[in-house]
């Protein structure tokens, strides 16, 4: 009932305890089917607050000494049409900050809970793409993303990062972009690859291209920035510091097989007005 100068009533939904033998009753809330048409809606949502927040709403599944029970959200399939969307936002804010969204997966005694975001099969044509964008700064910037393995344990390596594209069955494979944003009034923004240090042999590097069985080996092209206005990017190609022996630095033309070893140039640059 409502109340006209407190609180309304509560409203409460559920089945009695078991007994020493049994198991819990089950609750349904579900629509009717339709034989034309759209199916009812569920509609489950807390009030709105004039005057302090909106009520929240929890799904939880209750614990036990198996194993944990399963929470499912999945929309409808669709014999004749796209199937059904689901869509999980974070609340909105007109005087702060919006809502957090997190994804965590569950802490095990031995294992960790894993996670796991696919895009969807196409059967006939292409797979389900999936975007990790952080947010646009209307004002200000925009929202960092950082993708990175948690440190490791006492007795154990650090997790793995690997960033790669499928491979094709019928022409090219897909590409792998790492690249920064331009900056129409600063700077563009640098890009680090580094291998971290420890206390056995240096970690390497390793930039190459890929091999060919039927055409040409695949170019491996470094090259430092053009300026419009200003001196163009230095490059410089340095082998360590070492405590007995520096590195040493190499720079060789590849085998040719059947035919002429491929040719090594160093040449300076030119100037168009001066030396």
């Not at 399939?77 to 936002?89: N, W």
């Not at 909105?92 to 809970?113: E, K, P, R």
Request: no cysteine.
């Amino acid at each position: 009932g409502s109340g006209a100068a407190t609180s309304s009533g509560s409203l409460g939904l559920s089945t009695s305890d078991a007994g020493a033998a049994g198991v819990s009753g089950q609750v349904t809330l579900s629509s009717g089917t339709a034989s034309s048409g759209t199916s009812g809606a569920v509609g489950i949502e807390s009030g709105s607050s004039s005057s302090g927040s909106g009520g929240a709403i929890s799904l939880s599944v209750g614990s036990g000494d198996g194993a944990g029970g399963t929470l499912s959200l999945s929309a409808g399939d669709s014999s004749a049409d796209d199937g059904g969307l689901v869509q999980i936002a974070s609340g909105t804010s007109q005087a702060g900050s919006g809502g957090a969204m997190s994804l965590t997966a569950g802490q095990g005694s031995t294992f960790g809970g894993a996670l796991s975001i696919d895009g969807g099969l196409g059967s006939t044509d292409l797979g389900g793409a999936v975007t990790i964008k952080s947010g646009s700064g209307a004002a200000t910037s925009s929202g960092s993303l950082g993708l990175s393995t948690s440190d490791a344990g006492a007795a154990g390596v650090s997790g793995q990062v690997t960033l790669s594209s499928g491979t094709a069955s019928s022409g090219t494979s897909g590409a792998v972009g790492i690249e920064s944003g331009s900056s129409s009034s600063g700077s563009g923004g640098a890009i680090s690859l580094s291998v971290g240090s420890g206390d056995g042999a240096g970690g390497t590097l390793s930039l190459s291209a890929g091999d060919s069985s039927a055409d040409d080996g695949g170019l491996v092209q470094i090259a430092s920035g053009t300026s419009q206005a200003g001196s163009g990017g230095a490059m410089s190609l340095t082998a360590g510091q070492g405590s007995t022996f520096g590195g040493a630095l190499s720079i060789d033309g590849g085998l040719g097989s059947t035919d002429l070893g491929g040719a090594v140039t160093i040449k300076s640059g030119s100037g168009a007005a001066t030396s």
